[in-house]
């Protein structure tokens, strides 16, 4: 039977001076009056899409502006008519967390909503099952897709078992970035970057990946080139707590639940994001990331009824993120960030007090991805083929 799949695309936008904020800054923003943003590209390519599904726009801006960043996305979505299109804004956000909250009292705080990465992917996975979407395909809005076949490839052996009876439910394609290459950046040298690049590490992983078949065991994961079957999210929800790489994290939390990720070397995209200017506050965002992964494998191993994801098991790559390798990565790289950028301030307050305050997150939230978890299944059962939600849309 033919997986009735959905294309789940969060978009990020700011209203003039006022950026979204929390938790902690997202890699890009769409401005209100950009004459040609990236959602408008990323829409336009999915035109030559043969079978494509619904689309689900998950539309993050502040609060504050939604009526009118919605208003600017409608005139994107109206340009593209052959699409069928569900857009969701802060109005029908509130409303499915509403939902969720009652399905889950206690633990859910803004665990399914459209602030902070993890929020936001979990919000695409309810709107999916509200509408009862066996298979989710993530795509990035700075993203294009490369031929009319995206979706054949896209679903190409999910919900089916590899030689060895393992189900592969969940599984990552990967990108070209601007000059065509899989490859990271590995022209970036100079003491700024010895102890924080994992260029060498990804690259050697992803040379080995590309050159065996075309389905293989995963310990990387693309997340605007992602596909997830209904089997693996029913159980397994994104992480709200972590600040950013909460695909790459995803990869983790499937191992915990006894299941794995998929890498696919044939399913591919391009992706072309804006030029980032400020460098620290991602550090940051990095190294809250990075000490909370390594604090939440730690305590997820210590259960008894959870399989461990330990460093050794991530080999070459992310393992030496979560070993006891990370402390002197970050203190070094912000030190001589601090004395050999121009964010002098950004990084030497990183280097004084970010590090310990990424410690102490880490301790306090050890444990919260796992208790969210608990209510997981139960949240989706009943958001799923849930008619008075779908009514937001045919409502609107």
């Known amino acids: 039977m033919a997986l009735r799949a959905a294309i789940v695309i969060p978009t990020y936008w700011a209203s003039g001076s006022e950026n979204l904020q929390s938790p902690g800054a997202y890699d890009h923003t769409t401005e209100l009056g950009a004459a040609r943003p990236e959602l408008e590209r990323c829409l336009a390519s999915l035109e030559q899409v043969r079978d494509l599904p619904r689309i689900i726009l998950l539309v993050v ?7 009118e960043v919605a208003r600017r996305v409608a005139e994107i979505v109206r340009n593209h008519p052959r699409l069928t299109i569900t857009t969701v804004t802060n109005v029908e956000a509130a409303r499915i967390a509403d939902r969720v909250g009652d399905l889950a009292p206690t633990g859910t705080g803004e665990c399914v909503s459209l602030r902070g990465y993890g929020a936001i992917r979990n919000m695409g996975l309810a709107v999916a099952s509200i509408f009862a ?7 990035d809005d700075d993203e294009v ?30 990108f070209f970035d601007r000059s065509g290459s899989p490859y990271a950046d590995s022209t970036k040298a100079g003491i700024t970057h010895r102890w924080w690049t994992k260029r060498s590490e990804f690259n050697a ?9 075309r389905i293989s065991r995963s310990n990387y994961v693309c997340g605007g080139c992602l596909a997830i079957h209904a089997r693996a999210f029913a159980r397994v929800a994104f992480d709200p707590f972590i600040t950013r790489g909460e695909d790459l994290d995803y990869l983790f939390n499937l191992r915990l639940m006894g299941l794995d990720m998929w890498f696919d070397n044939e399913w591919v995209v391009r ?12 550090f940051m965002q990095d190294v809250y990331r990075w000490y909370y992964e390594r604090a939440k494998l730690a305590y997820a191993s210590r259960q008894n009824d959870l399989t461990a994801v330990t460093p050794a098991s991530l080999m070459p790559y992310p393992g030496p993120w979560v070993s006891a390798e990370l402390d002197d990565r970050v203190r070094k790289t912000a030190l001589v960030r601090a004395l050999f950028t121009r964010e002098h301030l950004g990084y030497l307050r990183i280097w004084r007090r970010g590090r310990h305050e990424a410690e102490r997150y880490a301790a306090a939230y050890q444990d919260a991805y796992l208790r969210f978890a608990s209510f997981w299944p139960g949240i989706i059962e009943g958001l799923w ?3 008075e939600l779908a009514k937001l849309w045919e409502d609107a």
């Open 271 to 282: 992706h072309l994001p804006p030029e980032s200017t400020q460098r620290a506050p991602r």
């Open 385 to 387: 083929n849930n008619r």
């Open 61 to 67: 801006c502040p609060k504050s502006a939604t009526v």
């Open 133 to 139: 979407h066996d298979a989710v395909i993530f795509l």
């Open 205 to 213: 992983w992803m040379k080995r990946a590309l050159s065996g078949t």
């Open 145 to 174: 897709v490369l031929g009319p076949d995206f979706m054949r490839r896209a679903l190409y052996a999910l919900g089916h078992e590899t030689r060895q009876g393992l189900p592969i439910l969940a599984k990552s394609g990967y």
